[in-house]
């Protein structure tokens, strides 16, 4: 692991406490979404910083991570694999598939990628307001916590930044 790797996973393990922290507290579902997606993101910036070069300055970044732990060499992957719980690769595989679509959601969340929709931070639309965060039921939040595939989500993100040491 490089510095700014470490950096990176320092940031993503804070983000992510307030996360957990906020959640038995019962805090509304945008400060939870806030707290998730900033998490992600920033796990996803030390994940992508393994190549010495900096990523993308882009809040989206969760589905890029995703694909860039599958691109590793096979004997690599099946080992990664296990350290996620997963008994082979094909079954990592076959689970980022079926949550990409909630990956993309929870990194396009953030206002900057929500443009005038949904978003945890700001009321929307921005030339117009009429919804406020705080008093919005998120979708989102909806399917991560009230199904099976995106509590594995938050389960995995949970997971991917507590031993990323593991196999950064």
């Not at 399917?143 to 031993?163: D, W």
Request: glycine share 6%; proline share 6%.
């Amino acid at each position: 692991m490089n510095d700014a790797q470490r950096l990176w996973w320092r940031q993503a393990q804070s983000d992510h406490k307030i996360f957990v922290q906020l959640r038995r507290a019962g805090a509304h579902e945008c400060h939870l979404l806030h707290y998730l997606q900033m998490a992600t993101e920033k796990l996803s910036k030390a994940y992508l910083w393994r190549s010495g070069h900096a990523p993308p300055k882009s809040h989206s970044g969760f589905v890029r991570f995703l694909k860039a732990l599958l691109s590793r060499r096979p004997a690599e992957l099946e080992w990664v694999a296990k350290v996620f719980g997963f008994a082979r690769a094909a079954d990592l595989d076959k689970w980022m598939s079926s949550v990409q679509t909630l990956a993309y959601s929870l990194q396009n969340i953030a206002p900057a990628e929500a443009r005038n929709g949904p978003n945890p931070e700001y009321p929307w639309p921005y030339e117009a307001p009429v919804h406020c965060p705080a008093d919005h039921a998120f979708a989102l939040w909806t399917q991560l916590h009230g199904t099976g595939q995106g509590r594995k989500m938050m389960n995995f993100i949970g997971h991917a930044i507590a031993r990323f040491d593991q196999y950064a």
